[in-house]
């Protein structure tokens, strides 16, 4: 619960680091990056690991990120799956700066709604233990093949809820990954 005048709140503006695994898809790749600039509504720094691209992609995610002077990104030699790249993310993430959130964005999402990421963190601030997904245009109560069981609002937001995080985009607080990583045993 937010107590303003408790100072319950670590800092008045989160950090929020996102982070993309990219595996060729170039055309998807150019085209999400550019939606979540043009649409999250709040400062946010993108971290990108190339799993082993043979399109073009790694060496654009190279020559883009030198050119805005981002150093944010791992290339991989070979495909290592979600797991592996997920985890190098967060390990890059934690070591990087003093982030608050951590947003899974993939390479394939692409972001309709100005200022979503500004609600989220909005929604974020009120408990610290939500994890969220955005809802995913199409699939009106099937965010990622789990039904909503119930809702509510939440800072004025309506949140439905579901027994599953959707895979495509989600956000979680640091803290979650404390010790949680993905099996990188499972590709």
């Known amino acids: 619960i937010e107590l303003p005048y408790l100072n319950t709140s670590a800092r008045t503006q989160p950090k929020v680091a996102v982070f993309s695994i990219t595996y060729d898809r170039l055309s998807y790749t150019k085209r999400s990056f550019e939606t979540l600039g043009r649409t999250a509504g709040y400062p946010y720094t993108h971290f990108v690991i190339d799993n082993g691209s043979t399109d073009g992609t790694k060496e654009w995610i190279t020559e883009e990120w030198i050119e805005k002077n981002w150093d944010n990104y791992f290339l991989f030699t070979q495909n290592t799956g979600i797991s592996k790249a997920s985890n190098t ?64 609002t939440v800072k004025g937001e309506l949140i439905g809820v579901t027994q599953h995080l959707g895979g495509i985009c989600h956000f979680v607080d640091i803290h979650a990954y404390d010790k949680f990583r993905w099996d990188e045993h499972s590709f």
């Not at 070591?95 to 974020?124: A, E, Q, S, Y």
């Not at 109560?141 to 119930?150: E, T």
């Open 89 to 152: 993310a967060i390990e890059m993430i934690k070591k990087k700066g003093d982030f608050d959130i951590i947003v899974k964005w993939d390479n394939d999402c692409f972001g309709l709604t100005p200022g979503w990421l500004k609600t989220m963190v909005k929604v974020w601030q009120s408990n610290h233990i939500f994890a969220l997904s955005c809802y995913v245009q199409g699939l009106v109560d099937n965010p990622g093949g789990s039904p909503r069981i119930g809702y509510g």
